[in-house]
């Protein structure tokens, strides 16, 4: 079985997924989202962050996307923090590179545009000071909008750690980070978009694109809520089985749940014996 795949096959009571119906009354009703229902836990040893053109040429230079997203910097940053401190298996930085030889697309956007947003994009080698990557973080240059395009060998750095799901974020809402996870989800990787950690140029493109494929392609979560999912997968559970063994002692073995690779391992402890044992008992 396609490790990858493997949530597709979560089992899920009640009327199939896609009756007539079904998947709009899960979207009506508060009391039933669509990620409760539908979504199974995050498992952080195969699960990378996309960080897309977070970069001083969008962010710090580009008044249009700072107006309405005021929070965005606190957000990501608590966001790639969090993946740090939870030891996800990958992060990945994308930067944007665009130029008329190698970004052929730049001819029509320059003309449809006419100077508003500056078509060629050459990245210093600056970061924004509340993102920068560490030098055991993965960056890569894309020539296009999307992250999957182009020979940056996004998709092969995912395959070969053994990803399953992709939380992507980053900027531009509605154009290189929507590119880059349907690049990510038309690969097959779960994908998951994390919304305030996005920003657009304007909060009603931001707000469309998400209407237009949160829940469809991609899931949508917070850096909030996030956070507590990744918490919670990486907490160590232990589940404790007694048994007695031919010292007369009851012996306790816990099962616990690697935070590396989900495996579990056990422990035994004799802390509790029993003095007899009564055979007519058994």
Not at 63 to 69: G, I, L
Not at 93 to 119: C, T
Not at 171 to 178: D, M, N, P, Y
């Amino acid at each position: 079985m396609n490790v990858r795949n493997s949530y597709s096959e979560l089992k899920i009571d009640g009327p199939p997924l896609f009756k007539q119906g079904s998947i709009l009354d899960n979207f009506a009703s508060p009391k039933k989202s669509f990620h409760s229902t539908f979504c199974p836990p995050l498992n952080t040893s195969r699960t990378a962050l996309l960080i897309v053109d977070v970069q001083p040429e969008y962010w710090s230079e580009c008044p249009a996307v700072r107006k309405d997203f005021p929070d965005f910097p606190s957000r990501i940053s608590s966001l790639i923090r969090n993946c740090r401190e939870q030891n996800l298996k990958r992060i990945i930085w994308v930067r944007a590179s665009y130029d008329y030889e190698h970004s052929p697309w730049l001819h029509q956007f320059a003309r449809l545009h006419q100077g508003k947003i500056p078509p060629v994009v050459k990245p210093s080698s600056e970061w924004e000071n509340f993102a920068t990557p560490l030098d055991s973080e993965i960056v890569i240059t894309k020539t296009s909008w999307s992250s999957t395009s182009g020979g940056t060998g996004l998709l092969e750095i995912l395959e070969s750690d053994g990803i399953e799901s992709v939380l992507v974020c980053g900027l531009i809402t509605s154009v290189c980070v929507q590119h880059s996870a349907f690049g990510v989800f038309e690969a097959g990787f779960r994908t998951i978009l994390v919304t305030d950690a996005c920003a657009d140029r304007g909060l009603e493109r931001h707000k469309a694109a998400l209407a237009l494929y949160g829940d469809y392609m991609y899931e949508l979560r917070t850096v909030e809520s996030l956070h507590s999912e990744l918490q919670r997968e990486t907490e160590v559970p232990t589940m404790s089985v007694y048994f007695v063994d031919g010292t007369n002692e009851k012996k306790k073995l816990a099962l616990i749940k690697s935070n590396s690779d989900g495996s579990l391992t056990s422990a035994t402890s004799n802390t509790d014996t029993i003095s007899t044992i009564d055979e007519s008992d058994e």
